[in-house]
Every structure is written in structure tokens, then in C-alpha cells.
């Protein structure tokens, strides 16, 4: 069984000492490289250095302390992409405040949900989205909201910004401080808030410093939603950690992100985005025109990319490095190096330096090499639990491990492949079903632009798989062909038992899909057929 020698919780508390002083990124860059640029927003064309850009978080610090802001508060943004949000967030860390992240794309009662759980002292908030606020101010009781536009328009935002004197000092803060409040993404239902502390982000920075090949002249294209910590934590924050630049897009699109990357007064070398983005990116038609030979790093998450994905970016010179994390280890556990991107296609790569994993069985028993078991991690990344929810905490750790609640297996090599999420495991006839395993060989099918596998329930075998299919454009594929297609790739008992037909998956912000809406809704379309 896997042994921690320190727990979770009194290894962050240990991290306050002074040697886990928090150091304010902005302003150390500001002092040494006042003139690079730090930021630019596309949407806008606002460019920051970040000698502009330690001014401006230093004002708006200024205006959370005005409105009544103190160390430990919550300090939410509910916008588009924009550098405003960086601005937002390095702010609050300015003053010892937490950052609140909200996905613009929920709807008022789950945001709701969100921040009377959370009970942030101020809301800034994207004009765009005014009639999702006025729900939300009927719902809530937070006491200031501060409009903006995320375009540097004539905004109380930009106001406020414009007559507040700068701050220009961080408060002193330290490791096991918490910065930010990130709400899980929902795939299973109710979110819960993960606590990040600065510890976290500075370790996870580290961990992905070398094998995503950061540096000062890195130019990353921010293209996820920075609500998200793959967004946030993967793109933005290890860039301006290093003194680099990082490029805001307000929303993926997959042309504008083409048109990014071939853009050479932008120079992006570096680029985080999920599998459904770098097939958008395949599938434009402004894929011809681009040239990729810029690209040092790219790097995708949150569901295994299919390998004939993999293999198309590869013969344009790009390695796409699959990485496994959650935002309970803010974005930071394992990544595939970019030399065994062809030969490891399928795996997401190695433990980061600051970070541990086991393998384990149903009693927390470590398994051999090759066995699939439930990935239990610890480390400088993880968090030391959930906002105000006590008994998930208690159920997320053991002995100082956290139960990521995925599926997974290790080679001999050492190398950790992705297999499921344990809730998405069904048992026919006695066999358990991983539903990954059976997409990642649909996902091969010609014709088939993207598939889901869940269980649904069987009078026979107790329950049977579904495989949802989004055919690609002008496709003509039959139940039986899906069917037909795993006799040769997959063991009998491991057939979708039921095939329906899709014009898209259901999917959260950041690309995951979500298949307890699937569970939900496929039953009835397959009515008597279960």
C-alpha cells in the first residue's frame, strides 16, 4: 500500500516557512525586463509589458481595497478571455485575496450555486453577459459588481483602473496560502471548489518549466477559457512566471487560431489545447496556408487524442505532448516528453519532478506494471481539499494520497496511460467495460468524427453499451457498420450492444464530454430497444 510519509494538509503548512515566501511575478519582471511585453489581447490588440502591466494589477489592487477587498476574500470574474483576467487575478494575489474563477458558460442557477457557496465580496463581470447577471444579482449577495468589456472600452472597469493609485507591494504571503477557487468542471454532476495555493501554482510551474521547454522568448497562445486551469495554469501563469508573452484569444476559434500561429509579428511557439480543438485546427481549411515550423510545444489534455490526430499534426512537424492532470493538481502530474510522442502515442507521459503517482487496486494496494487500477497522486501540486466540503475531502485522500477517481495503468517504461474515469466503468455480464478503450477504437472508424460509450441498463446482461456516434460531414456509416468495425478490434464482450446517431456530444467549457447528460438522455431515445 502506498505510504505517505507527510501528509497532505502538514506538508502546505510546513510550506510557510520563509522559504515558501510567495514572490509577485509581475513585479520581479517589471524591475528586470520592464519593456517585454507581457501580454496581448487579440481581440482588442492591446498590447502590455510588464512594466505596464505591474502598473495596471497595482491600480486595480487598489480599487478591491477600495471597495473593501482583504486578504483571504474572494474576488470573482465571470468574462470572456481577455487580459483584464490576468490583470484581475495578479490583482487579488497583489492583496492576499482568492481568485474566483466562473465558467460564463453555466447556466444562473449553477452559477448561483457557485457563489453563494463561495460568497465573493466583489463580481467583475464581461458586459456581454449582462443578461446572465441579472439573474444572478436576484440570486446572490454580492456587493459590488464592476462591468467590463474585456476590449479596454470606456468601462467602470477601465474607470476605476484609470483614477486608483497603484499598489505596488505584494502582501506577504506564502506556500500553503491559498490564491485561487477553482469549481470542478461538473462531468459527474455537482461541482465542488478546489483550493489552490500559491504553492501549487509555483511547483506546478516548475514541474512543466523543462519538458514544455519555457523560456523568456516563449510566446504561448492562450486559446482554452482561463476560467479553466488548463487555460489558466497550463498556458498563462507558467509563461508569466518565466517572463514570457502570453497571447489572449477571447474565444477558440479554430481559424483566428491558425491565423495566430501563422502571424509572424505574434511569433507563438507554444500552444495548449484539447483534442476537439487541434482536430477543429485539422479540419479548417486555413490548415494549408499555416506554417507550423514555429511551433516548440504543444500540448493537449483532458481526453486521450486519437492516434491518426497524433499522426496528422506529426507529418506537419508538430508533437502533441499529452498531459494528465485535474485542477485539484492544478494542471500539473504527468507529460509525455516530445521524443516519444510517436513512439507513446496513447500515454500522457511520465510523473512531473514535484509529483508522485500510484497505481492501485479496490483496497489501496499498489499493482504490477500493465494492471489498470485507480491513479492515486500526491506531491507539491495537490490541493489540500475542497471548499467548504469537509466530507468530500475525507473521501479524496488516504494516508496523504489523493484519489483521483481515473483510471489508469503503467507500462514497463514507466509510463502512465489514461483508461477511464471509474464512473464511466459498467459491468455486463460480470466483465467490467472501460468505455475508453472501445472509443479509442472507434475513434479509428472512417466515417466517425467522435464517440461516447456509457452503460445503460440490460434485462440480460445488467448492463450493455451504447456507443454515441457523431458521423463525420456527408458520412454514410449504419448501426451495423459500427458494429461490424469491432468484431476485429475488440473482444466480443466488449460490443456496444446499442449504436444512436448524434449531430454532437454534450461537453463542458473546456471540451470534456459529459456523459452523465448522456446517461440521462439516451436511455429514452433507445426506448424499447433496452
Avoid at 485535474?326 to 513512439?343: D, F, H, N
Avoid at 495503468?409 to 471509474?422: A, C, S
Wanted: glycine share 8%; aromatic share 8%.
Amino acid at each position: 500500500m502506498p505510504i505517505c510519509q507527510t501528509p497532505i494538509h502538514a506538508a502546505n503548512q510546513n510550506m510557510r516557512g520563509r522559504s515558501g515566501e510567495v514572490v509577485d511575478w509581475i513585479a520581479h519582471h517589471a524591475a528586470t525586463t520592464p519593456k517585454k511585453c507581457a501580454v496581448v489581447d487579440l481581440a482588442s490588440g492591446r498590447r502590455q509589458s510588464y512594466v505596464e502591466m505591474h502598473d495596471r494589477v497595482g491600480r486595480l489592487a487598489r480599487v478591491m481595497v477600495a471597495y473593501g477587498v482583504r486578504r483571504g476574500d474572494r474576488v470573482a470574474f465571470l468574462a470572456l478571455n481577455s487580459t483584464d483576467i490576468l490583470d484581475i487575478i495578479f490583482a487579488s494575489w497583489r492583496i492576499g485575496a482568492v481568485s474566483l474563477a466562473l465558467n460564463h458558460r453555466l447556466t444562473a442557477p449553477e452559477l448561483s450555486y457557485i457563489i453563494n457557496d463561495a460568497t465573493p465580496k466583489i463580481l467583475f463581470h464581461d458586459i456581454t453577459l449582462d443578461k446572465d447577471t441579472t439573474e444572478l444579482r436576484e440570486k446572490t449577495e454580492i456587493a459590488y459588481w464592476i462591468a467590463l468589456d474585456g476590449l479596454g472600452g470606456d468601462t467602470p472597469f477601465e474607470q476605476a483602473i484609470a483614477e486608483a493609485e497603484p499598489i505596488h507591494k505584494m502582501a506577504p504571503q506564502f506556500f500553503g496560502d491559498q490564491c485561487l477557487l477553482m469549481y470542478s468542471s461538473g462531468t459527474t454532476g455537482k461541482p465542488k471548489g478546489v483550493i489552490v495555493t500559491h504553492g501549487m501554482m509555483f511547483f506546478s510551474g516548475v514541474n512543466g518549466a523543462a519538458p514544455s521547454r519555457q523560456a523568456p522568448d516563449t510566446v504561448c497562445l492562450a486559446a482554452m477559457p482561463i476560467f479553466h486551469i488548463g487555460g489558466l495554469n497550463v498556458s498563462c501563469c507558467p509563461a508569466l512566471r518565466v517572463g514570457a508573452t502570453v497571447a489572449v484569444m477571447r474565444v477558440f476559434d479554430p481559424g483566428n487560431a491558425l491565423d495566430a500561429i501563422n502571424d509572424p509579428s505574434l511569433g507563438v511557439n507554444h500552444i495548449f489545447a484539447t483534442p476537439g480543438a487541434f482536430s477543429a485546427m485539422r479540419a479548417h481549411e486555413k490548415n494549408a496556408t499555416t506554417g507550423f515550423s514555429n511551433i516548440v510545444t504543444a500540448i493537449t489534455g483532458g481526453e486521450t487524442p486519437p492516434r491518426s490526430l497524433i499522426e496528422w499534426w506529426l507529418e506537419r512537424g508538430v508533437a502533441i505532448q499529452e498531459g494528465y492532470a485535474q485542477t485539484e493538481t492544478a494542471g500539473s502530474v504527468t507529460l509525455l516528453p516530445r521524443e516519444y510522442v510517436s513512439k507513446k502515442t496513447g500515454s500522457a507521459g511520465k510523473p512531473l519532478m514535484h509529483v508522485e503517482i500510484a497505481i492501485v487496486d479496490v483496497l489501496g494496494h499498489e499493482v504490477p506494471a500493465g494492471t489498470l487500477g485507480e491513479i492515486w497522486i500526491r506531491g507539491s501540486t495537490v490541493t489540500p481539499g475542497y471548499w467548504n466540503d469537509d466530507i468530500a475531502t475525507a473521501e479524496s485522500f488516504f494516508d496523504g494520497w489523493f484519489r483521483s477517481g481515473d483510471l489508469g495503468r503503467v507500462d514497463e517504461d514507466g509510463f502512465i496511460t489514461i483508461e477511464d474515469r471509474i464512473n464511466d466503468m459498467y459491468i455486463s455480464d460480470d466483465e467490467n467495460i472501460y468505455p475508453a478503450e472501445i472509443e479509442n477504437a472507434l475513434n479509428e472508424m472512417s466515417g466517425i468524427c467522435e464517440v461516447a460509450v456509457i452503460g445503460v441498463s440490460d434485462e440480460k446482461w445488467g448492463e450493455a453499451g451504447c456507443a454515441v456516434v457523431v458521423p463525420h460531414e456527408d458520412a454514410e456509416i449504419s448501426e451495423d457498420d459500427v458494429k461490424n468495425y469491432c468484431i476485429a478490434k475488440l473482444a466480443r464482450f466488449k460490443h456496444p450492444k446499442h449504436v444512436v446517431f448524434a449531430d454532437a456530444l454534450p461537453r463542458n467549457a473546456v471540451g470534456k464530454v459529459l456523459k452523465f447528460v448522456l446517461r440521462n438522455t439516451v436511455p429514452a431515445q433507445l426506448g424499447e430497444n433496452i
